[in-house]
């Protein structure tokens, strides 16, 4: 049998601890088999050599449109308020579509280096911005085909109804291209509006939601119930994320649980977003400061459907970053204090299954007829490979390669 490249010796992610290294032949940009020795030949052979190989990394939440911004931010000044979103809202008058694309561009390279093969990008619009941050962002998506599948979700970061012409460019977005559509009921004057008003778009232009929600130091409200609530409702259970949720981690177990109830019968998938959470909460906070992540490890065993994700990548709100999911996952691990290898599974799941199930992306993954959609890391295993913040070697999209990255090799004396 032939092939057009045969990958051997991997091990799976979901593979048993003591199963053998399989081969992996595609045909077609799709996996066409999946077995241990392999017979055929291929015109690119890749040998694995026992490493992990890994569905693509799927990055469910990021702002491409306002990446590599923090050197044009005024300094910080005072911990609380962090003041993040005034620092960024006031340099927005000065993004051009140019400008926005050639950030954005360098950020999602970033990505791709790291294994990213799916993604979804927040992208602002409002009158300050107008639809710049769109335009930028929406020239890659074609662009960069050959190595990511991306689709934009339009937001209102700054408000919607008492932000005149907002939602106009919104339904501007909609009609252009935008797949999902947003929301940040904080920034707006009644947010259980937004969230009606969001809802309602997303019915008309039968999309998905993805909503910025319920950060903060304080569970005694929570936009998070409405959602639940209108999901329910319209039947848009599966169809509807929302991130950030650091209210949640301030709750007490038994409260906890009952949110993780709601989210799991109502099909609200949730994204932590650690750096920036980590980076953002507890600033009011001199000693005993709270992290404000929410622990989706215990959220998963509930029922419910998490990813983990990076969010901002060197702005205001984010002022590190690389795009690589993995240490992102590290980083949220250490925070949630989940070190076991079940738990390491789901985490990493968070990064790859779960985050495609948020996606509605039904063909992912490594079977048999899938997109060979594909990345191999530098460990034997998953647990591995988010203890060790491994690096990825090699990433394919459709059975391309998109990335090579050589192992670390050492130089002994002599």
Known sequence: ??????????????????????????????????????????????????????????????????ACTIDRCECETTRFPHGAMARVSSIKHTFTVEDVHERARRTLEKCIAHGCTLMRTHVEVDPKVGMRGFEGVKALIKEYAWAVDMEICVMPQEGMLNNPGTEEMMVRALKDGARVIGAAPTYDADPAAQI???????????????????SGSSASHLDTLLVCELAQKYGWGGRVAIGHVSKISTMPVADFDKIAQLLRDSGVALT?????????????QEFNVRRGVVDANRLVRLGVNCSV??????????????????????????????AMPDDLRDTWNMLTRGSAKLMRRADYGIATGNPADF????????????????????????????FTRNPVELHRPG
């Open 309 to 338: 994700s990076s969010n901002n990548i060197l702005n205001a709100f984010t002022p590190m970053g690389d795009g690589q999911l993995i240490r992102q996952a590290n980083l949220y691990a250490n925070i949630v204090q989940r």
């Open 1 to 66: 049998m032939t092939f057009d490249l045969i990958v051997r010796n991997a091990r799976l992610a979901d593979a048993d601890a003591e199963a053998p290294p399989v081969d992996l032949g595609i045909r077609d940009g799709r996996f066409a088999a999946i077995q241990p020795g392999l017979a055929g030949s291929a015109r690119e052979t890749l040998d694995a050599g026992g490493r992990l190989v890994s569905p693509g990394f799927v990055e469910t939440h990021i702002h491409l449109d306002k």
């Open 196 to 214: 009606r008003r969001v809802f309602e778009l997303a019915r008309e232009f039968d999309v998905d939601i993805d909503m910025h929600l319920d």
């Open 272 to 284: 932590v977003l650690p750096s920036t959470d980590l980076y953002l909460s507890g600033r009011d």
């Open 375 to 402: 990345v191999l890391v530098d460990a034997p295993t998953v647990v591995d490979a988010l203890r060790e913040i491994a690096p990825t070697l090699a990433g394919y999209r459709k059975g391309r390669r998109t």
